[in-house]
Protein backbone atom coordinates (compact mmCIF):
# COMPACT_ATOMS: atom_id res chain seq x y z
CA UNK A 1 0.00 0.00 0.00
CA UNK A 2 1.83 3.94 -0.96
CA UNK A 3 2.52 5.95 1.57
CA UNK A 4 1.09 9.50 1.22
CA UNK A 5 2.73 12.56 3.33
CA UNK A 6 0.52 15.07 4.57
CA UNK A 7 1.59 18.90 6.13
CA UNK A 8 -0.59 19.72 8.66
CA UNK A 9 -1.70 23.59 8.20
CA UNK A 10 -1.68 24.37 12.26
CA UNK A 11 1.78 23.23 13.34
CA UNK A 12 3.71 22.59 9.91
CA UNK A 13 4.55 18.79 10.68
CA UNK A 14 4.70 16.44 8.18
CA UNK A 15 2.72 12.81 8.80
CA UNK A 16 3.07 9.82 6.42
CA UNK A 17 -0.43 7.55 6.40
CA UNK A 18 -0.64 4.51 4.42
CA UNK A 19 -3.47 4.99 2.19
CA UNK A 20 -4.96 2.19 -0.76
CA UNK A 21 -5.65 4.26 -4.25
CA UNK A 22 -8.88 4.50 -3.73
CA UNK A 23 -9.36 5.91 -0.56
CA UNK A 24 -9.89 9.92 -0.55
CA UNK A 25 -7.60 11.92 0.46
CA UNK A 26 -7.44 12.90 4.41
CA UNK A 27 -9.12 16.42 5.26
CA UNK A 28 -7.53 16.23 8.89
CA UNK A 29 -5.14 13.72 11.27
CA UNK A 30 -6.77 11.08 12.56
CA UNK A 31 -5.51 11.62 16.41
CA UNK A 32 -5.43 15.28 17.01
CA UNK A 33 -7.81 16.34 14.23
CA UNK A 34 -5.59 18.86 13.22
CA UNK A 35 -6.27 20.39 9.40
CA UNK A 36 -4.07 18.54 6.64
CA UNK A 37 -3.01 18.98 3.19
CA UNK A 38 -0.98 16.15 0.83
CA UNK A 39 2.17 17.19 -0.34
CA UNK A 40 3.50 15.84 -3.63
CA UNK A 41 6.52 14.37 -3.76
CA UNK A 42 8.82 13.10 -6.32
CA UNK A 43 8.67 9.24 -6.85
CA UNK A 44 11.44 6.97 -4.97
CA UNK A 45 13.00 5.59 -8.27
CA UNK A 46 16.57 4.68 -8.33
CA UNK A 47 18.21 3.98 -11.93
CA UNK A 48 21.39 1.82 -11.32
CA UNK A 49 23.67 0.54 -13.91
CA UNK A 50 25.43 1.66 -16.97
CA UNK A 51 21.66 3.59 -17.55
CA UNK A 52 19.24 2.67 -20.43
CA UNK A 53 19.54 4.78 -22.50
CA UNK A 54 22.98 3.49 -23.35
CA UNK A 55 21.11 0.56 -24.88
CA UNK A 56 17.95 1.61 -26.30
CA UNK A 57 20.15 4.97 -28.28
CA UNK A 58 22.75 2.46 -29.75
CA UNK A 59 25.34 5.51 -30.58
CA UNK A 60 27.57 2.29 -32.59
CA UNK A 61 24.46 1.90 -35.11
CA UNK A 62 24.70 5.69 -35.77
CA UNK A 63 28.15 6.22 -36.00
CA UNK A 64 28.72 2.69 -38.58
CA UNK A 65 25.59 4.43 -40.65
CA UNK A 66 27.85 7.81 -40.73
CA UNK A 67 31.23 5.79 -41.58
CA UNK A 68 29.40 4.41 -44.59
CA UNK A 69 28.00 7.53 -45.68
CA UNK A 70 31.33 9.32 -45.20
CA UNK A 71 32.69 6.29 -47.44
CA UNK A 72 30.29 6.70 -50.07
CA UNK A 73 30.67 10.49 -50.60
CA UNK A 74 34.56 10.19 -50.87
CA UNK A 75 34.17 7.21 -53.45
CA UNK A 76 32.47 9.97 -55.71
Do not use: C
Amino acid sequence: MPVYVYKGLETGNYYEFEQSFHDEPLKAHPETGEPLKRVIQAPAIIFKGSGWHSTDYRKGKDKSETKSEGEKKGED
